[in-house]
């Protein structure tokens, strides 16, 4: 089981998804390009009327011909301002709003996958996904976004009027166009590793300057300031040399721009030349020709120099996109339906990563309604054990019959209406405690709630909450004690009604009221469930049907708490240094 990393969609699979979420808010969309593009077409206004002053005054025009202009330059450059306002705000909002819904998949889709696949992934992998990709696509589709969308529609409407003027003026301009490809393509591949490194460069200056701070007492007791203060020394020229390079390297691609766009006004100019010459166009049309090319001179360029960034974002949606590209387990519930409430679990054995057996060769019944406690000293497989019977995880040998079912065959739906595992980190889920409770059935109403964190004795604290069950809780909201956290996850079972339930319980200090208090709850959660709890404080073994002592993953005993203490085995090794010095820990553990 060596960890995986996620895949990377292509570029078509990745437009696809980008495309299809772009679709479902076609309104949108459609009203943010038209502004946009209102905004470029109101930008051709002034070249054009500049272009058609230049006529008027070299013929006889008066000064009213003058004042004409100024207004409608003034007025187009108003609209283009406006429009160009709402037209960003728009594009932004589709932008944020496609990427919130990509990003909501993604989530989703890693929540829904199989938790054997689960495990198998690099943890590192998936949070830089949702946290740094989705940052780069985000600054893509929000600054880049309407910058390029707008450019784009600049670019081709500008070259349009040029081409409306007149045909040859529009194809002296596009002399310009494989200059630009050539810078383009000089820039690129040259400009995209240096980057890179200026990155990692800078990552390890930090990391030089963190680690002299935080070791700051070692780094005098060693006499070691001179070392480590050459250490950052050294990193900083290594990035303050790349930054320099990707300057210069930068600063040449723009001076090969600035070529591109001499070549471009020159060819505009000298055929206006010839043009006005021999009487085929007017001085206003070479006039305004030359105004349109030199207004896409920032559009281009701005393109050209935030390529880098388009590429990394580009780069980041791909890898959004191949989580997407999983296979999601929506399998329905085919197959066949567990008979009973049983478990059965034959010949298990588990290792970790190709490691040593932690669970080996166990077989183990559990009748259905039955309360089985499994004990054992720390390390000895408990939690690996209560993941397998709760079939979260896939054993590595042997079967695990739910109902009379291998788990296998009755997928991982049915397996989870079957058999709920609460395990030893309870997690609090941040919102309305009411929300948290109703993970494990949304359709719950707010008297089945209720009557659940009645059930495991928590309902009179919940009501003493300011705001009782719509209190917010969680991180940054009402911290619960590990206690309520228990609780509410015991309510959530309740809930969730399984058949089956394994409880791997937190360690809680033997004979607290809380701990009472908790045994209460969950016997009373656990009530006419088939259920596996592993015992920390041995009371809990003493009030199961049956008690499996487990050790180096294998069962060593097993029976009634009567039977195994006269027996004189383990089990009453562990009961008796658990109940002799009253607070000991040691058999019971985590
Ligand atoms: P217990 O719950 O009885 O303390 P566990 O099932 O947690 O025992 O652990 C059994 C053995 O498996 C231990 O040696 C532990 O170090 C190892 N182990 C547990 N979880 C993992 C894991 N995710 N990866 C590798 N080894 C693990
Ligand atoms: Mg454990």
Redesign the pocket.
């Known amino acids: 089981m060596s960890s995986e990393v996620l895949p990377i969609a292509g570029s078509k699979e990745t437009w696809r998804v980008l495309w299809q979420e772009i679709r479902r808010l076609k309104m949108l969309s459609v009203v943010a390009a038209v502004v946009i593009t209102g905004a470029s077409a109101a930008g051709l206004v002034a070249p054009w009327a500049l272009g058609v002053l230049v006529d008027d005054i070299s013929g006889d025009a008066d000064r009213s011909a003058v004042v004409r202009v100024v207004l409608l330059i003034g007025g187009a450059a108003l609209l283009s301002g406006v429009l160009t306002a709402v037209g960003v705000t728009l594009v932004a909002r589709v932008g944020e709003t496609v990427l919130a819904r990509i990003r909501e998949q993604v989530v989703d889709r890693v929540l829904r996958l199989p938790a054997p696949a689960l495990d198998k992934i690099r943890t590192g992998d998936l949070l830089s996904r949702v946290g740094d990709d989705v940052a780069s696509v985000a600054a893509a589709l929000t600054e880049i976004g309407p910058v390029l969308l707008s450019a784009s529609l600049t670019i081709v409407l500008t070259g349009a009027g040029m081409f409306a003027l007149d045909w040859r003026l529009g194809l002296a301009g596009l002399l310009a166009t494989p200059m630009y490809l050539l810078a383009l393509r000089w820039y690129l591949p040259r400009s995209a590793p240096f980057y890179r490194r200026e990155r990692l460069a800078m990552g390890e200056r930090s990391e030089a300057i963190i680690t002299s701070l935080r070791g700051s007492a070692t780094v005098r007791a060693y006499r070691l300031e001179e070392a480590q203060l050459e250490r950052i020394g050294d990193r900083s020229a290594v990035a303050r040399d790349l930054s320099l390079n990707v300057f210069k390297l930068f600063s040449t691609f723009s001076s090969r721009i600035n070529h591109a766009e001499f070549v471009g006004l020159t060819a505009i100019l000298v055929a206006g030349f010839y043009l006005v010459r021999a009487d085929a166009v007017t001085v206003g049309a070479t006039t305004a020709a030359a105004l349109y090319f030199h207004r896409l001179f920032n559009p281009i360029g701005g393109l050209l120099m935030q390529f880098d960034q388009i590429q990394t974002a580009a780069a980041g949606l791909a890898r959004l996109a191949g989580v997407l590209m999983l296979k999601p387990t929506e399998e329905a519930l085919a197959g066949p339906a567990p008979a009973d409430a049983s478990v059965e679990l034959t010949g298990v054995g588990h290792s970790?990563?190709d490691?040593p057996l932690?669970v080996d060769g166990v077989s183990l019944r559990i009748e259905p309604g039955e309360r089985v406690a499994l004990v054992?000293a720390?390390?000895?497989?408990?939690?690996?054990l209560a993941a397998i019977a709760a079939g979260v995880l896939m054993p590595t040998a042997g079967v695990v019959r739910l109902g009379g079912v291998d788990i296998r065959e009755l997928g991982e739906a049915r397996t989870q209406q079957q058999v709920a595992l609460l395990s030893q980190e309870v997690h609090v889920f941040s919102g309305p405690l009411l929300d948290d409770v109703r993970l494990a059935k949304a359709s719950a109403t707010v008297e089945e709630v209720e009557a659940a964190l009645e059930l495991v004795g928590a309902l009179a604290w919940v009501r003493a909450l300011p705001e009782g069950l719509e209190s917010q809780v969680g991180e940054n909201a009402h911290q619960l004690t590990g206690a309520q956290a228990q609780q509410v996850a015991l309510a959530r079972l309740v809930l969730a009604d399984p058949a089956v339930a394994v409880l791997d319980e937190a360690t809680a200090e033997a004979g607290s009221a809380g701990a009472r208090e908790l045994e209460r709850a969950s016997a009373a959660a656990t009530a006419g469930r088939t259920t596996l709890v592993v015992a920390h404080r041995l009371t809990q073994a003493e009030q199961a049907d049956r008690i499996v002592v487990l050790d180096h993953g294998r069962v060593v005993e097993s029976g009634t708490h009567a039977d195994l203490l006269a027996a004189g085995g383990r089990y009453s090794q562990l009961w008796h240094s658990w109940t002799g010095t009253g607070t000991a820990k040691e058999g019971a553990?985590?």
């Open positions: 970790y990563d490691g932690v054992g720390s390390g000895a497989g408990k939690t690996t553990s985590r």
